[in-house]
Structure formats: structure tokens, C-alpha cells
């Protein structure tokens, strides 16, 4: 462990006592505005132009309102767009990401998009208008389009270089199973110290909690950096909050004499969920690996999904939706549960072979399996 973590001391949650842990505070980012436009456009003005003309074309159908992504730069994302709307007229965007939840009973995850925002402005010019947004992490998010207090549109799309975001998941994906790991370690050690008589003294505790505060920062900066937010908050607040506010470490937090004769691996009492006993949440740990793998699978196929979709419609964008899957066949590399068959999906994805208007469909019934409805 690299230095001393700052413990914050304890709360009381009814009889029992929660070691407070600080949860990151939002941090919305702010709005991009016009001043910026200008130092986007002069690098990359021919993309700008082409998606301008585009556009131009779309905005002949009258009252169709279009919202699409552009290049990622490393300064700015681009969002194009086109309304029928007169000249100088403000639109608005409001971008959230989207973010997932385990649901141990459906087996599936739900979707729900963040509550930070990046925001962004412009004003109408011919029918069209391009928006840039700050960069955040690259990801599936939800673009709400406004003009004063009215919705325009709202759509779903594919933001940032995904590519990127499929290796920076891979780092990911091994820190949590490093954590899953840990986890079950922790256990261990709460069930030995369950089974002894007397209570430890302080100083196991305070070093106890320590190494898994650690651990607990590590989860909430992984959070903000991949798309494999629904294992961990299942790792983490799941898992680890209960390892946190496990009720071993004075006598008098233990399991009343009613469980007493109960072996403690089968008491209840030992955790601020009353209902959770030892052998309960070593198979949730158990669980987490398979949680870890079906949501690589289902990143991978919600995002190539977008990519090819627009690669359908643009061939200028197959070559940037196969570098995409290419990386994303490496990320499922480091799945503990591989799935021989979406593995080779990938990889036709990513080979020359690959048709985009073929895959598409393929990716949707892949997604579809691990999401819940809406």
C-alpha cells in the first residue's frame, strides 16, 4: 500500500456501527463554449465541412431534427446537427453518460444515464448547427437537444474514442478482478476473527480498514475511467461496503446468543444487511467474475453496435469501427469467463469480411440479452 489512507471515522446506522467512507462528490463538467470552436476548426476543417454538407442535404426534409456525433478530437467531441429552425435561433445539448447496475435477481443490468453533465450551445445557421463538447470518458451517452424549454430530440450515442476506451476497460477489467480477489481475502479474515472468543484489539481493525479503503479508492477511480460501471458498483458498494461494516471487531456487535449456536459462517448479524451471512456474501463474490464478464460482452456489443451503425451510413468510418473492434477483441481477452462465440463476432468485426449493416442486427441480440428493459 502506497502511504497512510485517512480514515473519517464511524457513523451509527441503528445498533450497528458503518465505517464512513467519502464518496467522490460530482464534478459536472462544464460548458464548452463558442470561443473554442475556432481553434477545433482549424484543424480539422475538412471533416467539419464534409459533415456540414451533410447536413445541409438532411436539412432539405423538412422539420426532421438530426443529432449526430463527429470525429473526437482531443480537445473538443462534435456534435452536428440539423432543425428547422430560422437563423440565430439557440439550440441546446446536454450530454450524460450512460451507467449500469447489476441486478443479481433478473441476471441482466439496467441502464440509467449519469447525473453529471456536459453542456454545450450554438446557434442555428442555415438549418444546421455544430455543438462541441468538453471531453470526459469515452463511452454510450444520452444527447438531450433543447431550444429555450422545449426538447427537440434525444438520442443515444457512441461519444469519445472508443478504441481508447476499450484498452483503458482492459486495465480495468484486471484491477477488479485483483479486487474480487482481495475481497474474498477480507472475508476470510472476518470469518477467522468471527470464530474467536475474544475480540482483536484495535490496532487489527484500524489496519484492516485501511486496506480496504484502499481498495475502495481504486473502484471509484476506475468508476470515472471505463465502461464497466455496473460491476463495479456491484464490487464495491455491493461487496465491499458490507466487508467495510463487517460487526466482528467488539463483542458487543457480534450475533446475539439466539445465533450463538449456529456455525458462524451461517450467523446472521454480522453485517449492517441483517440478512446477509458469511456463506451469502462469499457467493456474491463468487458471483462477481461472471457479473465482470457478461458486462464486457455487453460493452463491447452496445458500443461496436453505434460505430458500425454510422459506418453503414458513412464508409469512411468502417476502417475506425474495425480499429475499434480490433481493440475490443483484446479487451475480451481479459474477460475470466471468455465467450468463444462473441469472441468470433468480434473478429469478423474487425476483419475487412465484415459487413456493417450485417453486424449491426448480431450486436443488438447480444446486448439485448444482458439488458433489462427500459
Request: proline letters at 6%; a negative charge; aromatic letters at 6%.
Amino acid at each position: 500500500m502506497q502511504g497512510d489512507v485517512e480514515m473519517q471515522g464511524d457513523v451509527e446506522i441503528g445498533s450497528k456501527t458503518a465505517s464512513a467512507y467519502p464518496l467522490a462528490s460530482p464534478h459536472p463538467q462544464g460548458d464548452v463554449r463558442m470561443a473554442e470552436i475556432g481553434r477545433y476548426l482549424s484543424g480539422s476543417s475538412r471533416g467539419c465541412l464534409a459533415c456540414l454538407g451533410l447536413l445541409l442535404l438532411a436539412a432539405q426534409d423538412a422539420g426532421e431534427i438530426r443529432v449526430f456525433p463527429g470525429e473526437p478530437g482531443e480537445k473538443t467531441w462534435p456534435i452536428y446537427g440539423s432543425a428547422d429552425l430560422p437563423d440565430q435561433a439557440e439550440v441546446r445539448l446536454v450530454a450524460r453518460r450512460m451507467e449500469r447496475r447489476w441486478q443479481a435477481a433478473a441476471g441482466r443490468f439496467a441502464e440509467y444515464p449519469s447525473e453529471k453533465t456536459a453542456r454545450s450551445a450554438a446557434a442555428v445557421n442555415a438549418k444546421t448547427f455544430q455543438l462541441f463538447l468538453r471531453p470526459g470518458c469515452p463511452g454510450r451517452y444520452v444527447l438531450a437537444l433543447s431550444q429555450e424549454e422545449t426538447r427537440l430530440r434525444t438520442v443515444q450515442a457512441a461519444l469519445g474514442p472508443i478504441g481508447r476506451l476499450f484498452g483503458d476497460s482492459c486495465a480495468a477489467a484486471r484491477k477488479l478482478v485483483a479486487s474480487i480477489d482481495k475481497a474474498a481475502e477480507f472475508l476470510e479474515e472476518i470469518e477467522e476473527t468471527a470464530r474467536r472468543p475474544e475480540a482483536p484489539e484495535g490496532t487489527r481493525r484500524d489496519d484492516f480498514l485501511r486496506r480496504v479503503t484502499s481498495e475502495e479508492r481504486a473502484l471509484e477511480r476506475a468508476y470515472d475511467a471505463c465502461d464497466l460501471t455496473g460491476t463495479i458498483h456491484f464490487v464495491w458498494r455491493d461487496i465491499y461496503y458490507q466487508i467495510r461494516n463487517a460487526q466482528v471487531w467488539d463483542r458487543a456487535d457480534r450475533p446475539s446468543a439466539a445465533e450463538a449456536d449456529n456455525d458462524p459462517a451461517d450467523r446472521k448479524g454480522y453485517f449492517l444487511d441483517d440478512r446477509l451471512t458469511l456463506d451469502m456474501l462469499r457467493k456474491k463474490i463468487a458471483s462477481a467474475k461472471t457479473v465482470l464478464s457478461l458486462e464486457m460482452r455487453l460493452s463491447v456489443a452496445v458500443l461496436l453496435e453505434d460505430l458500425f451503425a454510422r459506418a453503414d451510413q458513412d464508409p469512411k468510418r468502417v476502417e475506425g469501427a474495425r480499429a475499434a473492434a480490433r481493440e475490443a477483441g483484446k479487451f475480451l481477452a481479459a474477460a475470466p469467463e471468455p465467450d468463444a462465440r462473441f469472441a468470433a463476432l468480434i473478429e469478423s468485426a474487425a476483419s475487412e469480411e465484415g459487413n456493417a449493416g450485417d453486424l449491426c442486427p448480431a450486436l443488438r441480440a447480444h446486448a439485448e440479452r444482458y439488458l433489462s428493459p427500459p
